[in-house]
């Protein structure tokens, strides 16, 4: 059988994160033989995590000892996962060290009189399940500024305004007496592609409510 070693997984998820930054710091929690795994993917988003999926099998495999990572949000960011990979690693005899959550490997270490272990495990617990919301609640904030950046994107760089002569074609339909909806079978443009197309109702409406406005 393989000797055990500390399996230290570093995981990045923007270009931003510097993977030899993260492994210099978990290196001061290495005691023996160890190994580098280095992943390049988002802990949030809920995708195949091949490399992650090895890593556990060789836990379960009684191969690792202690798993070392950066921060516990590199592995996951859902309160649920994280939880029941702590309770994976406790089952296969794995401890978990993380260099920005020291006093998590603290508690790990304590040593409280036979009957009274429950306690520990407890506020490990309680704890790992606080960081996992915190985690979970960073990402959904995250989430929800991306969304919002990306609405307002399309709003300011979307279809491509419509050209005088259009305009002016619209307007001049519609002194005529057509409705919104004859004009828009009616009158056409060209689209960056070259490509005929009528002007939507929508397109219609929001020019004769603009001049409207100016007059």
Not at 133 to 138: K, L, P
Request: aromatic letters at 10%; a positive charge.
């Amino acid at each position: 059988m393989k000797n055990k070693i500390e399996l230290i997984h570093i995981r990045t998820s923007t270009s931003e994160q510097n993977p030899k930054n993260q492994l210099k710091d978990c290196l001061t929690l290495v005691s023996g033989n160890y190994e580098v795994v280095e992943e390049k993917q988002s802990a949030w988003k809920d995708k195949e995590r091949i490399l992650f999926e090895s890593i556990k099998q060789r836990i379960q495999s009684g191969e690792i000892s202690v798993y070392i990572c950066w921060d516990l949000d590199r592995i996951y960011r859902n309160r649920k996962k994280l939880i029941g990979f702590f309770e994976f690693c406790k089952t296969y005899n794995c401890k978990i060290l993380s260099f920005r959550q020291k006093f998590l490997n603290e508690m790990q270490n304590l040593k409280l009189p036979e009957g009274f272990e429950w306690i520990a495990e407890m506020q490990i617990q309680n704890f790992i399940s606080f960081l996992g919301w915190i985690s979970e609640d960073e990402s959904q904030k995250k989430s929800d500024r991306v969304k919002i950046a990306h609405k307002n994107s399309k709003k300011k760089w979307g279809r491509k305004p419509l050209g005088k002569n259009v305009i002016e074609e619209v307007l001049d339909l519609r002194k005529k007496g057509m409705s919104i909806r004859e004009i828009s079978d009616n009158v056409f443009y060209w689209d960056k592609n070259k490509n005929k197309k009528n002007v939507s109702p929508s397109a219609v409406h929001k020019v004769i409510k603009e001049n409207t406005l100016k007059h």
